[in-house]
């Protein structure tokens, strides 16, 4: 199989003839040259408003984008995607999460199996599940309700249900304590439970393979402090459930498979959240909340796979990644929530974009002579405002962002919601339109002082606007990202389900694991930095 490069074809070329035209236009020039700009250059989907007017392109730009779009093969991809094909080429894998939010009854067929009606048999059984626990009818060990759920999982198997838990606190259950233990760190663990009553604890063991060396270890961790507080290895049954493919791993760690979630293997990590994965979710949210995530995520999917490209919000938001990646120069891609409640929502896309297509060689396995996945970053606003922003507004770097706010607030309070969502509208102008040396002159700054107080502008930015955070929203902008992303990948012709950069890393750890534990000087044959850092820490903690 080869994958054409994708500057070797026309469109490609054409976009790169287009951002020398456009070089010398500012967004000043294309605003004042067209009224109409700010609502031409928008569209909406899924109860998400996307305003891309202030983006360094023309109607001959956009064109172009969408003629790259279709002619790398992107509807083909959205419908191999859609309808189970082995898009994840490396592993031999179908790529379905738009099963776990397909509405009940669809029928998506793999391998001659109905995928909706496995999706739905385990939804139900988690529904089952959250009511008992959320009811107080699920007792623990010695009788009593569970009040706290601390989930163990890490990468896709922790951070879409932690910012999902963030961004949708509002809705949760507050007599329900959830906690996130990630790392292999055992201040992570330790801080988690250090104030939790055991007889009330819940522990979720969420890892699609069961054998993730972090999460087994904080679960074998989990474990041994529940029966030291219980004093007896018959309450696993009763404080332990567990998300994950592997059944023979659930088993063997002592969890009845009875209390086992499954999932399947054409859901990826990253993509996971909508997979049994969200159990922590729907016990925090509630079943009908979580329904109303799916819908959300639905809807967005329906978008993605039906609406024309010139006003498909993922292909759009894609496709602009890639003129700014691989013609204008940009390396990252600042996202800017104007909501709290969406802290973590930077952190997640982090995993979603950058394992996603983090990629340096094309599917055929050619090296590529081109940029791919850009570094996703970024904090809440207002809070950016008084650290970073600075650099945006007059650094040297190309910084395209993204503004994510919502039209009410879920805590009215004053006229906090006013002023936040005023400085997320400012900041968008002030970073495309800026402040002349004319302007800053003619306010009387002294003349050595004018170039220090002007904003150059054209700085590019997206602004997504909701009405409010509901589950149904947060469902439709994490969708929105995931389709996105896949977008950019058909472009690049590199796979956006696979990671195997996190393997090397993994196995060396496996190596020197037993040099650091050993008893006897073990002898080092890695590199002289390595062997270095492994003796200073062997001393230092042997005292010497
Ligand atoms: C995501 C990755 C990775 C994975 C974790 C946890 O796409 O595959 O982040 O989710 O390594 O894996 P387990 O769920 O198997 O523990």
Known sequence: MSILNP?????????QEDAVAMSGTHLRDLFAA????????????????????????????????????????????????????????TEGRAVLHVAL???????????????????????????????????????????????????????????????AYEALRHYSD????????????????????????????????????????????????ARQWLIERLGDEAAVARHFVAVSTNATEVAAFGIHTDNMFGFWDWVGGRYSMTSAIGLSTMLALGVEAYHSMLSGFQAMDAHFRSAPFAVNLPVIMGMLNVWYTNFLGAETV??????????????????????????????????????????????????????FYQLIHQGTRLIPCDFIGFCHSLNPLGSHHDM??????????ALAFGKSATQVAAEGTPEWLVSHRTFPGNRPSSSILADRLTPATLGALVALYEHSVFTQSVVWGINAFDQWGVELGKVLAGRILPELAASTEPELSHDSSTNRLIRRYRTARSGA
């Open 7 to 15: 500057t070797t074809r026309s469109e490609w070329r054409a976009l």
């Open 34 to 89: 067209d009224p109409e700009r700010g609502q031409r250059l928008s569209a909406e989907a899924a109860g998400l408003y996307l305003d891309y007017s202030k983006h360094r392109i023309t109607a001959t730009t956009l064109a172009l984008l969408m003629d790259l779009a279709r002619a790398s093969g992107l509807t083909e991809q959205i419908e191999a995607m859609f309808s189970g094909a082995k898009i994840n080429q």
């Open 101 to 163: 939010r397909a509405p009940r009854g669809t029928l998506i067929e793999l391998d001659g199996r109905n995928l909706v009606a496995d999706v739905y048999a385990v939804l139900d059984r988690m529904a089952a599940f959250s009511e008992r626990v959320r009811s107080g009818s699920w007792h623990g060990h010695t009788g009593r309700p569970m009040r706290n759920i601390v989930n163990i999982g890490i990468g896709g198997s922790d951070l879409g249900p932690a910012m």
């Open 174 to 221: 507050r007599a329900l304590q959830l906690r996130f233990v990630s790392n292999v760190d055992a201040t992570d663990f330790a801080e988690a439970v250090r104030d939790l009553d055991a007889a009330e604890t819940l522990f979720i063991v969420a890892s699609k393979t069961f054998t993730t060396q972090e999460t087994m270890t904080n679960a074998r961790s």
């Open 334 to 387: 600042a996202v800017l929530p104007y909501d709290h409640y969406l802290r973590r929502f930077p952190a997640y896309l982090q995993q979603l974009t950058m394992e996603s297509n983090g990629k340096g060689v094309r599917l055929d396995g050619a090296t590529v002579d081109y940029q791919t996945g850009a570094i996703y970053w970024g904090e809440p606003g207002t809070n950016g405002q008084h650290s």
């Open 420 to 429: 936040l969502m005023a400085n997320m509208f400012a900041q968008a102008e």
